[in-house]
């Protein structure tokens, strides 16, 4: 019978191992691309790119909504490019003007579906982001979003942003062993980096040019009913709690802080499409639980749309829990270099 530590030992050494021969892999990449070894391409317009260096949901979504927002407040118009993760086709797929409401989410991607309901600006996305970029450089709008776009290199970008998260400082080892799809040191790329409030005295930070620190936070408002803005929810109601997002202990978190009387948290896997039957469970959950109040994120919301009829044939409400990312310190610095952008 092998000794439980030691197959421990075996099973740590393995991803040491494993992570070593990732982060060489990516080095040699990305060496050939600070060569200039690897085709890139430039876009007329100005670009600007929104990522990460680790795995998982540290607030891009929310970040590429917050520009979109201050872009437009500016006088200017966005587009915003990405891959439209775990869609249903393939090839290029856009929703502007000239295609305004042919496409549903499934096609596009839920986050850049949620991207254009909430702001009502172009979206492009084909599995080379390159690609939707070269083919939304044609419309009229002033400038490029790239989301998710750190890691996608054959881009360039005129401000390459990134953002961070806790796990990114807890564990900064590139994946299997960590988080990381990259080593740390890689973040020097960024222009700007936003760090939540929360990361203070980090020693990883210390080699980190201050000038390119923004703070932020995560900011929720009052849920709202998923069919009605209007109605807002009541904070001493029993509720169940769902979504399928790639962090969504973060979401639960949020929601006991706002409703303490959280009975049931059921989490589905990130970009999670929904069926009849996940629907009909949760109903089932709740019921057996004496809930009448359903919780969930922007995201899962627009993919939960189709199944109202299920919830109201149950008498079950379901409020949706908004996100915003709000600055805390270092908004000058990035209104500065978006402006910059634009007297160039």
Not at 42 to 60: A, Y
Not at 132 to 142: P, V
Not at 312 to 327: A, G, L, R, S, T
């Amino acid at each position: 019978m092998i000794n439980g530590k030691f197959t421990g030992r075996i099973l740590k050494s393995l991803k040491s191992f494993s992570s070593l021969i990732y982060e060489l892999i990516v080095n040699f990449r990305n060496k050939r691309f600070d060569e200039h070894k690897i085709k890139t391409y430039k876009t007329v317009k100005p670009l600007i790119s929104i990522g990460n260096i680790s795995m998982g949901g540290t607030g891009k979504t929310p970040l590429t909504i917050y520009l979109c927002k201050l872009i437009l407040d500016l006088g200017y118009k966005p587009t915003v490019i990405g891959l439209g993760y775990k869609r249903t086709n393939k090839g290029l797929v856009s929703i502007n003007k000239d295609n305004p409401e042919n496409t549903d989410w499934y096609e596009i991607g839920d986050e850049m579906y949620l991207i254009h309901k909430k702001l009502n600006v172009p979206v492009y996305v084909h599995e080379k982001k390159y690609v939707a970029a070269l083919e939304a450089d044609k419309n009229d709008s002033d400038i490029l979003i790239l989301d998710d776009g750190y890691q996608h290199r054959y881009l360039e970008r005129d401000l390459n942003i990134l953002i961070l998260d806790n796990r990114t400082f807890n564990e900064p080892f590139v994946v299997p062993k960590g988080y990381l799809r990259e080593p740390f040191s890689e973040i020097q790329r960024a222009n700007l980096i936003f760090i939540p409030d929360t990361i203070q005295d980090a020693a990883l930070l210390h080699d980190v040019n201050q000038d390119k620190i923004i703070r932020f936070n995560f900011s929720n408002y009052i849920p709202y009913l998923m069919d009605d803005k209007s109605v807002l929810l009541n904070q001493d109601e029993n509720l169940l709690a769902f979504c399928g997002i790639a962090n969504p202990e973060r979401f639960f978190q949020s929601v006991t802080n706002f409703c303490p009387r959280m009975v049931f948290a059921l989490k589905f896997p990130d970009h999670h499409h929904y069926t009849d039957v996940n629907i009909n469970n949760i109903v089932k959950k709740a019921l057996n639980s004496n809930v009448k109040i359903l919780i969930t994120t922007e995201k899962d919301a627009l993919k939960i749309l189709k199944f109202a009829d299920i919830l109201k044939e149950n008498d079950i409400k379901c409020f949706v829990y908004p996100v915003d990312i709000q600055i805390t310190s270092g908004y000058d610095l990035l209104l500065n270099k978006i402006n910059d952008l634009f007297e160039k």
